[in-house]
């Protein structure tokens, strides 16, 4: 059965707050509310309740204290996750608390509001994983992969600091300079790639790929097509192995087609987005290849499919098309002629053309998605963007953001129990 995602429909995991700043609290607060509800701890408890994922504890400078409680947090609860978050940069602290095991710092605040991003990223390299692989895919052309693959990267590359890459494999041509903006600038390609492939270190490989000005990394496809007439899929599986050693994700653009290139794309990925328009042919195709990652195997977690130019006033029964795909996760795009098509005529990001606009907030939730894991919540006409501003207006941002959030769960306590 298909599930919208929203808020209250998976459950949250559990994160405790230690520490004295409630503006801080309220910004780590709404940073994690897609994953965790978060509940302030103002005494240790005799008895480590299991349902605590995630400890963040304050470090205001007050070294010895901190380092006496963490010890007792990570004594009591057996190694639970706990992140320091530092407003004050301190080596011996650092060292210290890295010794009682702590898994990470977080800096305040600088990183606050990318914390679900590095608490991802930590526990994949904990875990021996590599960078995360997206790849949008459509078997119908035109509905809107190429648009969402570079703003969706471009969001993805600011949660992680510039450590994301978009690939070009929209072969033989491929749109993806052209919507960044950079058809004219000399853009290092999936040939030069290749041979360097061998020698790769963290210098080379930066080196070997295009970056556009907002800091996403970009690998593209020749302008000679011939060049690509090598081009096998085990290649495709080595040059993404090789990325995502170096990167915390990679969003790739992929061709609409079932070649071998694009299977191989579809094998390393973590998430196969499925583009789709909401039309009856757009989505029999998606029903097509939904079944073709069945028979492969592939994870049905790792499916996702965005619905895009999505208009309000649905069609019933596309919605009963849409809810009878077998996939868990939808996330829908509005129709926006003029955003799309006037960023790109200006040659620039919908993030940096209409940060506001209600599609560029949907492209936000689906990176989060995406890389976080988040769960997607509904974006709503009324709600302020959340864009990069300074820290007192953030914090202004963020208990506005509460509030509404707190009068939705009230409207819906009061609705339930009506
Ligand atoms: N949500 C949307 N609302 C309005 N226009 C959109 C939307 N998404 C994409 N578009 C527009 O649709 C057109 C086609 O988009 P795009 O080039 O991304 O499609 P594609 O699937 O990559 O096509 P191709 O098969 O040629 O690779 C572009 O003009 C783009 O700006
Ligand atoms: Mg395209």
Sequence with gaps: MTQQLSATSIALKQAVFIGRDEDLEEAVRVSIMSKFQLERMDEL??????????????YDG??????????????????????????????????????????????CPNEIFHILSILHM??????????????????KGGVGCTALATNIAAQISTMTENRTVLVDLNMPLGDTALYLNMENDRLYTITDFIYNLN??????????????????YLLSLPSDIGELDNLNSEMIKTIISSLRKYFDHVVIDCSSDLSDVTLSCLDESDNIVLVTEPSLSSLRAVNAVIRLTQRLGYLQDSIKLIINRDTS??????????????????????????????????GLLLKEFNPESKVNRQLNCIANMLHNGSINVEVKEDLQPIETKPWDEWLQLAKD???HLKSKVRQKTVGEAA
């Design 45 to 58: 408890p005799h008895v480590w309740p299991d349902s605590i994922d995630l400890v963040l504890v304050e």
């Design 62 to 107: 007050e070294s010895k204290g901190i380092l006496e409680k963490i010890s007792q947090i990570l004594t009591l609860s057996k190694g639970v996750s706990l992140y320091v978050l530092l407003k004050q940069k301190d080596a011996d602290f650092i060292i210290e608390a890295n010794h009682q095991g702590v898994q990470g710092f977080i800096e």
């Design 122 to 139: 930590q526990d994949r390299r904990r875990k021996g994983k590599n960078g995360n692989v997206s790849s949008l895919f459509s078997l």
């Design 199 to 216: 020698r790769f270190d963290e210098n080379l490989i930066y080196k070997s790929l295009s970056q556009h000005e907002s800091g996403l």
């Design 313 to 346: 006033n649905q069609d019933e029964m596309l919605e009963e098309v849409i809810d009878a795909l077998e996939v868990d996760k939808v996330a829908r795009v509005s129709n926006d002629y003029i955003s799309f098509n006037e960023s790109l005529k200006e």
């Design 401 to 403: 953001m509460l509030k």
